[in-house]
C-alpha cells in the first residue's frame, strides 16, 4: 500500500495542522515552508486532486525529498518551488489571490526533543531570537498572499512561547484585517475528538504536549482575512 501512494505514514501533530487548514477542492493554496512535504500531501489530497497546491520553501534539497512522495501519491494539483527567500518574485505573483496559507515556520524543533534529544544542546536564548525575527518575516510575506476570505495558519513544532504565542500575538495587534480563528472551533467542526484537549485553555491556539497527547510539541494558530 505504500509503494502504491495510498498510505503516508506521519505524526499525528503534523496532520491536525493540515486539517486547521481545512484545503479544499478547487482551491489555491500555499503550503509556504514545505519542507520534504508531509502536510503537503495531505492537503493534495484534502483537495482531491484539483486547484494548485504551492509548496514552497528554501531548500531546493528539502523538496527533492518531495518528489518520489509525490509520485507515489499520484497528485498532479501540486507545484513545488524553491524559493530564495520569504519576498521572492514568486511569492510577490501570488499576492491577494490564495485561499489558503500555511506557514510552519523554521523553528527551534524543541518540540521534537523526543525524537532529537541533541537539539537541546544547539539552542541559545540568542538563537531563538533569531529565529523569532525569521519567523515574524515569514507570516508577514505568507498574509500578503490571500485574498479577503482566506486563511492564514502559522505553526511551529517548537514549546517557546517566543517562538509561538509572542508571535501570533504580535501578528493579529499589528494586522487588523485578520481576525483570530479559535483552533478548538476549527477543530470541532473537522469533528476532531475532544478537541479541548488539544488546546490552550482558552481555546485559541493548538498546543500539543509529548507527555500529554504522545505527538511532537506542536503550536498553531490560525486567522481569516476580512479585509485589506
Known amino acids: 500500500m505504500f509503494e502504491r501512494g495510498a498510505i503516508e505514514v506521519q505524526d499525528e501533530g503534523s496532520q491536525l495542522l493540515a ?7 478547487g482551491q489555491m493554496v500555499v503550503d509556504f515552508c514545505a519542507g520534504a512535504g508531509g502536510k503537503t500531501l495531505a492537503l493534495g489530497a484534502a483537495m482531491r486532486n484539483t486547484g494548485r497546491l504551492y509548496a514552497f520553501d528554501t531548500s531546493a534539497h528539502r523538496l527533492d525529498n518531495l518528489k518520489p512522495r509525490l509520485a507515489r501519491s499520484k497528485l498532479s494539483n501540486v507545484h513545488p518551488a524553491a524559493i530564495a527567500h520569504e519576498r521572492d518574485e514568486r511569492v510577490k505573483r501570488l499576492a491577494g489571490k490564495i485561499d489558503r496559507v500555511i506557514v510552519d515556520a523554521p523553528c527551534s524543533g524543541l518540540g521534537t526533543l523526543r ?22 518575516a515569514i507570516l508577514e510575506s505568507a498574509a500578503r498572499l490571500l485574498k479577503t476570505g482566506g486563511r492564514l495558519v502559522y505553526a511551529t513544532c517548537s514549546l517557546l512561547r517566543a517562538e509561538n504565542e509572542d508571535i501570533a500575538e504580535a501578528f493579529s495587534a499589528a494586522h487588523k484585517g485578520f481576525r483570530p480563528l479559535p483552533v478548538r472551533d476549527l477543530l470541532d467542526q473537522a469533528k476532531v475528538p475532544d478537541a479541548a484537549s488539544l ?23 490560525a486567522w481569516e482575512k476580512v479585509h485589506s
Open 115 to 136: 525524537r532529537n534529544p541533541q537539539l537541546k544542546w544547539r539552542q541559545s536564548p540568542e538563537g531563538v531570537a533569531e529565529l523569532a525575527a525569521t519567523q515574524t
Open 19 to 25: 486539517l486547521l487548514t481545512d484545503a479544499r477542492r
Open 199 to 221: 488546546c490552550s485553555a482558552d481555546g485559541v491556539f493548538l498546543r500539543l504536549w509529548p507527555h500529554r497527547h504522545a505527538t511532537d510539541g506542536f503550536f498553531a494558530a
